[in-house]
């Protein structure tokens, strides 16, 4: 009977609102009440704690507070039921699925968490350890985000020496603007011939791969949840990107191509392009891993040098100049390392 009442009296027998339970009383007391006193509170009449007198239709009896307490005891009784089967069936449920952990695998089933979603930065980085640990060959990674910072270089840096120490052969891949961070040369420098980096104007999100078997990328923009990938397929597919990207980039220590326009950088080639595609300033910037104010400055000189007094003109000398296309990238003619097999 709890849980039951109209609009206006939300409410069981176990509970009456004030107005019911005067009611109700009265009508306990004298045997029966007029029909218009129960007006107020429809939830007696609703809860069947009043009902038409048999012998004159304009008076209500009240049901005995006997029978509405065994009413309320065998409701309280069915409830307890209920969830003692439901308590039930989750036991017999979680035993069901504790078993299907505990089968040994068949012959040629592939063993492990496909995905796994770390929450929080001390989880992302207890794997990376754990990965780092088991690493024996090789270790990709894509960092964008443009010039690394001291900070960002440091929290990877006892990994980094943990696989030169085995012999881990390391490729990176940066945004071209990570040229200019002296932290980066200083890294590079430090890891000698166990690591090495070419630059794009454009790179993936962060990306790292180890032995080509796991594989962590960012599951939000705040870079706090990550997911580890195991599943053959996704790691299959991601390499192939790595690679892809790897033969378009410049190696680090050449020189970035000339854009044969002169007063024009390769930057400046770069935000050009993405102008002419339409972007706003700040995805142009979070692109090429460089600032908006940066950014600004490179696109005020593009309009000097091409001699354009307002964004729509800059468009149509973009076009003009023909740098309305992607940069021309050098492609390195360099011996395929053995890890890149």
């Known amino acids: 009977m709890a849980g039951h009442g109209t609009g206006g009296h939300p409410h069981g027998a176990d509970r009456l609102c004030e107005a019911g339970e005067r009611v109700y009383s009265r009508a306990v007391r004298r045997g029966r009440v007029p029909r218009g006193d129960a007006v107020a509170v429809p939830c007696l009449l609703e809860l069947a704690m009043l009902h038409p007198d048999p012998d004159d239709m304009d008076w209500l009896v009240p049901t005995s507070p006997q029978e509405v307490m065994t009413r309320l005891l065998r409701a309280v009784h069915d409830e307890v039921s209920a969830s003692q089967r439901r308590v039930g069936s989750a036991v017999e449920a979680v035993e069901r699925y504790a078993g299907l952990g505990v089968r040994p695998p068949a012959a040629g089933v592939w063993e492990g968490t496909a995905i796994r979603v770390l929450d929080g930065l001390t989880r992302i980085q207890a794997a990376m350890d754990e990965a780092t640990q088991a690493c024996t060959t090789e270790v990709l990674t894509v960092q964008p985000g443009g010039i690394r910072r001291e900070h960002e270089l440091s929290e990877g840096l006892h990994r980094a020496l943990a696989l030169r120490g085995r012999g881990v052969r390391m490729r990176d891949l940066y945004n071209h ?165």
């Open 177 to 341: 603007v990570a040229r200019h961070g002296q932290g980066l040369l200083n890294y590079l420098e430090l890891m000698g011939d166990a690591v090495e980096a070419r630059t794009l104007d454009e790179v993936i999100d962060r990306l790292i791969l180890f032995d080509r078997t796991v594989a962590f990328v960012p599951a939000n923009t705040e870079h706090t949840v990550a997911l580890e990938l195991r599943h053959p397929a996704l790691i299959a597919y991601l390499v192939t990107v790595f690679e892809r990207l790897w033969r378009l980039a410049v190696p680090l220590t050449a020189p970035l191509p000339a854009t044969g326009i002169d007063g024009i950088s390769h930057r400046e080639q770069s935000i050009a392009a993405l102008l002419a595609e339409g972007h706003q300033d700040a995805v142009i910037a979070e692109r090429l891993g460089i600032s908006v104010r940066t950014c600004r400055a490179h696109i005020a000189r593009l309009s000097e040098t091409l001699g354009a007094a307002s964004r729509t003109q800059l468009g149509v000398r973009i076009a003009q100049a023909g740098l309305d296309g992607p940069p021309r990238t050098f492609i390195p003619q360099v011996p395929e390392s053995p890890s890149a097999r």
